[in-house]
T-cell receptor, first 111, second 114 residues
Framework: GDSVTQMEGPVTLSEEAFLTINCTYT??????LFWYVQYPGEGLQLLLKATKADDKGSNKGFEATYRKETTSFHLEKGSVQVSDSAVYFCALSDSRRALTFGSGTRLQVQP | IAGITQAPTSQILAAGRRMTLRCTQDMRHNAMYWYRQDLGLGLRLIHY???????GKGEVPDGYSVSRANTDDFPLTLASAVPSQTSVYFC?????????????FGPGTRLTVL
């Protein structure tokens, strides 16, 4: 079945550091790929998505490129801020039913 | 526009009791979902509904039931709660359930079963 693997956290960075959170997937079809973010005490919200190979999703300085050859969708940001501290979930959708999520990566940004 | 609301915000429940978690959306989305979030496991799908009047089982449906009598509401019922159902429950909706659709999440219900 479908699955998503993302790097374990927590990831601790200083403000203005470069961020990469790795995500790889296994799917039988041609999935859409997503990054969702969960701020403390809140539900998940969409950060960015890509619906086909080589697409780049971007939002709020974050970006991720759909790489079919490596089955990856790594999240990157050039300069993180304290306000980026949250849990980040990689997910895929390969059917009309629902999302398959990774286990989540907690990011802590220190001033 | 409220988006998705869930109730209650949190609940402590004795094992064996029946409990219904409520979910309402005002976006007129066709598809709705229930997930549970457990530490280290991400979110796992419990049940889903692609349109009013239809429901389907997700990855972890045992011990849970749902109904979709109308577009806006999608309640989740635990018929006889067990401690392993202690979790945070999220309801979500999307426009038509297509694989490129964005899902919108409610704020969650934290349930503790003792």
């Amino acid at each position: 079945g479908d699955s998503v693997t993302q790097m374990e956290g927590p990831v601790t960075l200083s403000e203005e550091a470069f961020l990469t959170i790795n995500c790889t997937y296994t799917a039988t079809g041609y999935p859409s790929l997503f990054w969702y973010v969960q701020y403390p005490g809140e539900g998940l919200q969409l950060l960015l998505k890509a619906t086909k190979a080589d697409d780049k999703g971007s939002n709020k300085g974050f970006e991720a490129t759909y790489r079919k050859e490596t089955t990856s969708f790594h999240l990157e940001k050039g300069s993180v801020q304290v306000s980026d501290s949250a849990v980040y979930f990689c997910a895929l959708s390969d059917s009309r039913r629902a999302l398959t999520f990774g286990s989540g990566t907690r990011l802590q940004v220190q001033p | 526009i409220a988006g998705i609301t869930q109730a209650p915000t949190s609940q402590i429940l004795a094992a064996g009791r029946r409990m219904t978690l409520r979910c309402t959306q005002d976006m007129r989305h066709n598809a709705m979902y229930w997930y549970r979030q457990d530490l280290g496991l991400g979110l796992r799908l419990i049940h889903y509904s692609n349109t009013a009047g239809t429901t389907g089982k997700g990855e972890v449906p045992d011990g849970y039931s749902v109904s979709r009598a109308n577009t806006d509401d999608f309640p989740l019922t635990l018929a006889s709660a067990v401690p392993s159902q202690t979790s945070v429950y999220f309801c979500a909706s999307s426009d038509d359930g297509g694989k490129a659709d964005t899902q919108y999440f409610g704020p969650g219900t934290r349930l503790t079963v003792l």
